[in-house]
């Protein structure tokens, strides 16, 4: 149910590195909590954000809430088919379900992030 390629925040967002840009969304358990999906505010190319800075809004049918950047950077593209069709998140949470893509800012915060275990560890506290 987690891809074990991935790294993950404790705010439930999932990051997934290569060659210094990182591409985030949220995790399968985070848009369960939210339920049906129904807008999206996303960041703009360019846009710098610190770690655990908020970068946009995603909003359901139960609640509002804010994403997070697990580690800082500036975007370099966000998935604008999410203004359209925030529902893709729901349906593919790991793949066209991306939120952001960023250029990291410094490396050494990845190191503060989860792996695939310590994160279903994590949920299984909450």
């Known amino acids: 149910m987690y891809p074990e390629e991935l790294m993950y925040a404790e705010d439930h967002e999932w990051l997934r590195v290569e060659n210094g ?22 960041p703009h190319i360019g846009d710098e954000f610190g770690k655990d800075d908020p970068f946009g809004v995603i909003e359901s049918v139960k609640a509002v809430s804010d ?18 069709a925030p529902e893709i998140i729901n349906e ?3 793949g066209e379900g991306w939120i952001i893509k960023f250029e990291i ?9 989860m792996d695939v275990d310590t994160y279903t560890e994590y949920l299984e506290d909450l």
């Open 21 to 42: 840009i990182a591409t985030v969304g949220i995790t399968h358990y985070a848009q369960d909590q939210l339920g049906d999906l129904v807008f999206v505010e996303l």
């Open 67 to 84: 994403f997070y950047m697990p580690v800082g950077g500036t975007i370099t593209e966000v998935n604008e088919e999410l203004l359209d």
């Open 92 to 94: 593919d949470p790991y």
């Open 105 to 113: 800012t410094d490396e050494a915060e990845l190191d503060e992030l």
